[in-house]
C-alpha cells in the first residue's frame, strides 16, 4: 500500500507553496497526510468516507490557491486507482484489512503482524511467500 502514498506525495510536491519558511516541514505534513490517508484506506476503507477529500481538506492549506484545483484532481485520481486496487485485493482475499499478514498461526488463527514493505506476510511467514509463488510458477508451466 505504502507505494500509494508514495505516488501521492510524489505527484503533490511539486506544487506545494514556495514561500515558505520552512518548506521542509510542508513536505513533511504532507507525506504524513498522505501516508495516514492510505494506512486508513487499507485498514477499513468501507467505513472511510470520501478519502479524497478528507485528504485534500488535511492538505489544502500547504498548496497556493491557483493549484488548489489541480491538486484536489490529483488526489482523487490517486485514490480512485488505490480504492480499484483495494477491491480487487478484497475480492481475492476476503478481508479488508492489508494491513495485516495473510498467514495463520499455529492455533489456526489469522496473524496479527504487520507484513513486509511490499510482501503480503509478516517477517516470520515471508517464507510463504516464496512457497506461494513456487507452486504459481509451477502450475503456469
Ligand atoms: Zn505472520
Redesign the pocket.
Known amino acids: 500500500m505504502c507505494r500509494f502514498s508514495r505516488a501521492l506525495y510524489r505527484d503533490l510536491h511539486p506544487h506545494l507553496l514556495e514561500s515558505q519558511i520552512r518548506p521542509e516541514l510542508g513536505q513533511r505534513l504532507l507525506l504524513s497526510a498522505c501516508e495516514r490517508t492510505v494506512e486508513r484506506m487499507a485498514r477499513d476503507h468501507r467505513r472511510f468516507a470520501r478519502p479524497a477529500a478528507s485528504l485534500f481538506s488535511d492538505v489544502r492549506a500547504l498548496f497556493p490557491v491557483s493549484r488548489q484545483l489541480l491538486v484536489y484532481d490529483i488526489i482523487e485520481a490517486r485514490i480512485n486507482t488505490a480504492l480499484e486496487y483495494l477491491d480487487v485485493e478484497i475480492a481475492e482475499r476476503g478481508s479488508a484489512d492489508l494491513l495485516r ?3 495463520s ?1 499455529r492455533k489456526g488463527k489469522a ?3 504487520v ?1 513486509v514493505t511490499g510482501s503480503d ?6 517464507y510463504l511467500e516464496k512457497l506461494q509463488k513456487d507452486r504459481a510458477d509451477a502450475l503456469a508451466v
Do not use: F
Not at 506476510?121 to 515471508?126: A, D, E, L, N
Open positions: 499478514c495473510r498467514a498461526n496473524c496479527q503482524r507484513p506476510y509478516c517477517p516470520s511467514h515471508r
